[in-house]
């Protein structure tokens, strides 16, 4: 069935909400409909602030994603939330508390949250949220939150792709400059001690700090790194958070890097996208050829690891046949 | 420079530890030179046993697998391990008794040790595993234990192609479907209470129990998901774990179910190649052309996406042109 792109876009203009979902099923895979709705939405998009969630597990950060909402909510903006990580409740996360946590949010209309599916995507999670980050910005999305686990490949590529991002610790937590130097964590924007009510809450500041100043972790390019402490579930701090959110985008635009970023985020879409064209081409071939690849690997094993080399032949030629038609 | 692939083969089946350790590094990237390694090594391989552990942070994983791994020797297998869990003290972990219960095995010539990178990996995680896999299993590594905390697509990868998945779990964190349905969880062929000496070890096993016999939990094929309680601290059930492995195993060979997994498991690294060298096509296409993309991206961005398209073509015509050549 032939989808009319631009009536679901006008329809989400106007804050249909199941026209907007309908767009982000569209642009979760890789394909000619993605494409086909990303060349329209990117001339609109290029304006909001992306911003990356990771942390330690346990220490909070679905809380304290909640409450950074609340206060963007308060400041006027439209958010929109891009949940990655499997153990979070807007991805299907099953305690309790947390799912309430999120109903919070669900009666409010200038915020849409959409997990990702952690299995199935045909482009993986980094391609389908890069793609939706489009999308949002282009209907008029100012803050786009994305929270994620901070390990994986995936990870690394949206965190990437954010503006700002923010790396969660707890007291006790961030004793440690090897996991500060694991993944995204040693690429934040700002760090946060969360449940800072908790003892050593102040030791675990001052080491961060400590970090920051001495060992290089963070970003970098012009911005020095900011603390903050905060207690989601007390709400404690979160206004001081959103202040620093803040302040890293008036940066951002001030200095030129938020263009910039905007600029290796499509280019990382664009990518993301041309893989994933490839990798369908070399899934095709190998379904085709299934019977005929297992004939080769029981005769002759040694043989077969060349195999590589021919089934991507295979794929690459098919794709081009596939583009020229 | 040149390595003589037969040279190091050969030393290596003398047990010159530094010769097998080339012979890893050699196939973790993608490349001529891996598949050359391959196509030596396949034929005398696909004799080990590749038991995957995976399981929840906190389960006490790391402890079991090195206590597991000290019952294989016992029972005079040599074994070799594949850690790429990157909390593992085999990956880099750094909580002090964790590395200090890796140097439990450091003495042990029957135990050669081998952690995977989680950053800079050409072909990606599964890719080197698998490769490794072909390596240990050639030189006599008679058990590969594989260690991954399962999420993300390369550790499911890497379990789909274990012949036997072991899921640790603990008391109170099992007592939760949602959990035990997200990823490998739901295919473990074997299911561990770690940690039973604690309460409420016996409800969290009597629930598993259920999931098992009644939400169809397990990769099934045949086999019944067999539940053991160990205190791997207190050193209690791993014994009983270790029969349990050797048992699926029996099954595995009996069944002519291992002979099925080793052609998948050879199918997916051959794909995982063949995808491998696509990646790379692409890579030096955008590299050669980053300022170009950048400036498209700038000036006309609707026009950008269907730059996909041709991203996509330029890197299946490179790669063809460089297999002729």
Known sequence: MRVDVDRLLSLASQGKLRALGRLLTLVEHPGPQALQVLAKVAPRAGNAQ?????????????????????????????????????????????????????????????????SIPTRGLKGGLSMA???????????????????????????VDVAHAAHTIVVVTMPGAGDDIQMLKAGVMEIGDIYVVNKSDKPEANKTAAYLQFALEKEGIGRGEGWAPRLVKTSAVLGQGVDKLVDAIEEHWEYLKKSGVAAK?????????????????????????????????????KENVTA????????ARRAAERLLKEIKT
């Open 129 to 155: 949220a890069l793609a939706m980050i489009e999308v949002f910005d282009a209907l008029g999305y100012e803050k786009i939150v994305i929270e994620t686990v901070g390990v994986g490949q995936s990870e």
């Open 50 to 114: 992306v911003i990356g969630f990771t942390g330690i597990p346990g220490a909070g950060k679905s809380t304290l994603v909640s409450r950074v909402i609340t206060h963007l909510r308060r400041r006027g903006y439209k958010v929109a939330v891009i949940a990655i990580d499997p153990s979070s409740p807007y991805s299907g996360g099953s305690i309790m508390g947390d799912r309430l946590r999120m109903q919070e949010h669900a009666a409010d209309p200038g915020v849409f949250i959409r």
């Open 261 to 297: 970023r905007l600029t290796s985020r499509r280019i990382l879409l664009a990518k993301l996208m041309a893989e994933a064209m490839l990798s369908k081409s070399l899934e095709e071939v190998i379904n085709e050829t299934k019977s005929e690849l297992e004939e080769v690997f």
């Open 304 to 311: 077969a690891f060349t195999l590589s080399h021919e089934l």
